[in-house]
């Protein structure tokens, strides 16, 4: 089951994924709101979007290129208060990507980076036996929802940026029901935008290099799904000719932690388990672009692509012109 979220003038439509139709859904004008009604019944999600499926359907195309009034929101986020979604991911837990930053922080060709130990933990570690625990993957901040962004919005490099590339992953998305309990609501395309030039100059910069816009959707995979083995592609468009394309893969099978793990090591903290929330959390990336030498440039467009996940997730990038200002904290 695919869903999706709208606006037009008139304000937020939930709907449903049919081919080349999106079918409407009444009562509720976000998925959100969907999730909650099935945490309170205890039907499953799917059962709750056949309730109130509708006979009224958009034509799915038009939208998707951007030739309709009606426009693609974020796949998931809180409707109401954007900062009680926290927006997180795990990195180094595909073996591509590990190889990506020990190349960027290798010192000498003999020394293995504390980057490539991490991946090698989660080999040794990250898939434990179902009920147990295992180790403890890397962990990011990025921000709350203010950071989302849809498909076909802008992701913008700020001033104070050395860069911005992209990182296409697969990411969960989470609410937290009224007595703690998270539950995950179903899977999203994601494009993880962070500066690899920050991280780059320092490991220790990878924190601050992650707080950027990142972009989830357009279609959330709910209901039942398989996330053992996952194929797709990522490219780069730079006046409408591709200038680098590769071959991605997710899932369980190519990753280095079970989802059961990350899963645990997200939601074990208090905090995490506030009821009401919603997280999303990005599972990390195969291979991004900034590896294989490419910068991105303004006016370039990013898509990530996963079979069985819907269409692809586009974004233009921007860089902002002008330069770094500084902000001066005023003293009551």
Known sequence: MHLIQLADAHGRRAGRVEHDTIRLLDSHSSIYSLALEAIESGAPLAAVVERHATGNTLPYDPIYEGHSEWRILPSFDHPEEPARCLVSGTGLTHKASAENRAAMHQKAAAAITDSMRMYQLGLEGGTPLPGEIGVQPEWFYKGNGSVLRGHGETLTVPPFANDGG????????????????PYRVGLTVGNEFSDHKMERQNYLYLAPSKLRNCSVGPELVAGEYSFDYVAGTVSVRRNAEVVWQKDIFSGEKNMSHSLANLEY????????????????????ADAFSFGDG??????????????????????????????????????L
């Open 166 to 181: 992209e990182e296409p992953e697969i990411a969960g998305v989470y609410v937290i029901g009224p007595d703690g309990q």
């Open 265 to 284: 090591h997200h939601f074990k903290y208090d905090e995490h388990r506030r009821p009401g929330d919603v997280h999303i959390h990005f599972f990390g």
């Open 294 to 331: 490419i910068a991105l440039q303004s006016g370039d467009v990013t898509e990530v692509a996963f079979e069985g996940f819907g269409k692809p997730l586009r974004n233009k990038v921007e860089i902002a012109a002008e330069p770094e200002h500084f902000l001066a904290v005023k003293r």
